[in-house]
Nanobody, 116 residues
Framework: QVQLVESGGGVVQAGGSLRLSCATSIENFYQYDMSWYRQSPANQREWVGSIGRDSVAWYADSVKGRFTISRDNAASTVYLRMTDLKPEDTGLYYC??????????WGQGTQVTVSS
């Protein structure tokens, strides 16, 4: 069974930066698109951005220009670099595939808290 392990979260002041990692147990990782999501207590899980097999990434409008997704196929890992963090970026961050029909079991997520 595929395992997704997110890490790198923490508490940061507004304007700060963090880099999240999602280590996977996926064989042939290079074959799969990957996405990041976040969930706050007040909101449903929302899509943050995705990266394709060709390493081209695209983002939700709320994070565009501040967040960058990258991948290391040799390490079966996807990253989320977050800069200029805002309090509204606070949430539990997860990685998975883009479409529900393709998704693997969710990991435990990594908490990001941005203080104002």
């Amino acid at each position: 069974q595929v395992q997704l392990v997110e890490s790198g979260g923490g508490v940061v002041q507004a304007g700060g930066s963090l880099r999240l990692s999602c280590a996977t147990s996926i064989e042939n990782f290079y074959q799969y698109d990957m996405s990041w999501y976040r969930q706050s207590p007040a909101n449903q899980r929302e899509w943050v951005g995705s990266i394709g097999r060709d390493s081209v990434a695209w983002y939700a409008d709320s994070v565009k220009g501040r967040f960058t997704i990258s991948r290391d196929n040799a390490a079966s890992t996807v990253y989320l670099r977050m800069t200029d963090l805002k309090p509204e970026d606070t949430g539990l961050y997860y990685c998975n595939r883009r479409f529900p029909s393709d998704q693997w079991p969710w990991g435990q997520g990594t908490q990001v808290t941005v203080s104002s």
